[in-house]
């Protein structure tokens, strides 16, 4: 980096702080989007077992906020404090983000004034825990609570960078959407790009080339050692190719504040996932259970945001239950995975319900579909890991599956009827053919007197509206159980039986009369 490169970006850095300082949540808030930091509020707790004195606490936030801003520079600007509350109630899993923006409130704390809050929490017992959660408040939205451990004190600041960065849900604006294609704009982005390609130039200015050795490629530069590369690939408000983003549709009023009532609508079983990155925009393609799963029109009040998933998780247990009554587990249903190849079945669900999804290395959104009888059910994009357990209302295909049972049934004895049929048909009409009329009367007796298809076509209709009479039956099931017995039905039309009995009957009559 030259001097005069060293001296803007300093200068760059300088000027964020005279500018914003400790008002900056106030002042970056009318910044344009992509060259605003992320105004983060960093609350730190550590435990009494831990024995960190307030001195230790000042310089090690001071060293911090220093290793900071050397290795995201203007992206993020921090505001480091003293955790004023026990955080142990905000790592919990399912926690109402009314309810922390309630404390915040409550502690002189505006949630609007900062973009992102971020807890930390220290604890010794043996090694030095550290405990991870970020909360967005544009969103609303809290991130998974990630863990990790050190051996030594001094590694704390190293080690709480790393999984900042590491687990940062990136923010971004929906700008268009052309389903399944997907333009998105990250917040500070600007900021992001040019560290970037400030760790470019630093990069290319700290190699350091070894003593010639024979067989050496020139064309090709040396590894950086560990020790120059501390922070490789690990910068916050960054989306690599192939990560997932969620959707997420904020109503604000007219005073471009969050409205009380469902202000903030997680779109459910719906992912973006990111396809290319040019450091201005970035396009993805959104994967959805849901032909319409966001408006294709902008609303002025209505902001179309998406964040960045981070999974905490090795895997995620899917949970199938029935549509009408989420109590009752559905077992036996085949899970498939839609990838570049062709559909790979992942497996079953047991008996209550259950099935692992684990990650694909190619991509963080897995598009699944459930199957039962060779139906499809529904489509369940999902990020594993993002979640450790989610539970999909499915239609039940248990009536579907008994009404495919009986008319399968019910055309195997068709089929027997027909032929047992046209067999006897074909006896009466030799045995005419041959004058053995007394015969031939037998045949057409124990025709007459057999099953009809018409019969069968009864029983059909009736087992129809057994099947159809119950008012709670999921619309899609009522359908393909119709469409079943509409199959049994047009077979039926194929039959002509009866036509040849009248006809056999006629013909026997006549010879009668011919022999009289």
């Not at 949630?111 to 807890?119: E, F, G, H, N």
């Not at 050692?225 to 549709?249: C, D, F, K, R």
């Not at 839609?338 to 990650?359: C, F, H, M, W, Y």
């Not at 009536?399 to 027909?418: I, K, N, S, Y």
Request: net charge neutral; proline share 5%; with cysteine.
């Amino acid at each position: 980096m030259t001097i005069r490169q060293n001296s803007f970006r300093w200068l760059w850095g300088a000027c964020l702080v005279l500018l914003l300082g400790p008002t900056f949540a106030h002042a970056a808030e009318h910044l344009p989007w992509e060259i605003a930091p992320y105004r983060t509020l960093v609350w730190i707790e550590t435990k009494p077992d831990s024995h960190l004195d307030d001195a230790f606490f000042t310089h090690f936030t001071r060293d911090l906020n220093d290793k900071r801003y050397a290795t995201s520079g203007a992206v993020l600007l921090a505001d480091m404090q003293r955790a004023p509350m026990p955080l142990a109630r905000w790592f919990a899993s399912e926690v109402a983000s009314s309810s922390f923006v309630a404390r915040l409130e409550s502690r002189d704390f505006r949630a609007d004034d900062y973009d992102r809050i971020q807890l930390i929490s220290i604890e010794h017992d043996g090694d030095w825990a550290i405990t991870f959660r970020e909360f967005d408040t544009l969103t609303r939205s809290w991130g998974s609570v990630h863990r990790t451990s050190v051996r030594q004190r001094s590694l704390l600041s190293t080690a709480i960078l790393r999984i900042a960065y590491e687990k940062f849900s990136a923010l971004a604006k929906i700008t268009d959407v052309q389903k399944p294609d997907v333009a998105l704009a990250l917040k500070a982005t600007t900021l992001v790009e040019e560290e970037i390609q400030t760790r470019e130039r630093r990069r290319n200015e700290s190699i350091a080339f070894a003593q010639p050795v024979e067989d050496v490629d020139w064309k090709k530069l040396p590894a950086l050692a560990s020790s120059e590369a501390t922070y490789p690939g690990l910068l916050p408000g960054n989306v690599g190719v192939g990560e997932a983003m969620q959707p997420i549709l904020r109503r604000n009023d007219r005073q471009g504040n969050l409205v009380s009532e469902n202000g903030i609508m997680v779109m459910p079983w719906t992912y973006v996932r990111c396809d290319a990155n040019d450091g201005l925009q970035l396009k993805g393609t959104m994967i959805s259970g849901y032909n319409q799963p966001l408006p294709g029109r902008r609303n002025v009040r209505t902001q179309r945001l998406a964040l960045a998933v981070r999974p905490a998780y090795d895997a995620t247990e899917l949970k199938l239950v029935d549509k009408s009554t989420e109590a009752m587990p559905l077992a036996g249903y085949e899970i498939y995975s839609k990838d570049p190849e062709g559909p790979t079945l992942l497996g079953a669900s047991d008996a209550r319900g259950n099935v692992q999804i684990t990650k694909d290395p190619r991509s963080a959104v897995r598009a699944l579909y459930v199957r039962s009888g060779g139906n499809l059910l529904a489509r369940l994009p999902v990020v594993p890991g993002h979640d450790p357990a989610v539970t999909a209302r499915i239609p039940n295909d248990s009536p579907r599956l008994l009404a495919e049972g009986f008319v399968e049934g019910w055309r195997d004895q068709l089929v027997d009827t027909m032929a047992r049929r046209q067999i006897l048909a074909q006896r009466v009409q030799r045995k005419i053919e041959l004058g053995e009329l007394d015969d031939a009367e037998k045949w057409l007796a124990e025709l007459r007197s057999g099953r009809t298809v018409n019969e069968l076509a009864f029983e059909l209709r009736s087992a129809k509206g057994q099947f159809l009479k119950d008012n709670k039956l999921d619309p899609m099931i009522k359908r393909r159980i119709d469409e079943l017995f509409e199959k049994g039905q047009r077979l039926v039309t194929q039959d002509k039986s009866l036509l040849t009995e009248g006809n056999l009957a006629k013909q026997l009559e006549e010879a009668q009369d011919a022999q009289r």
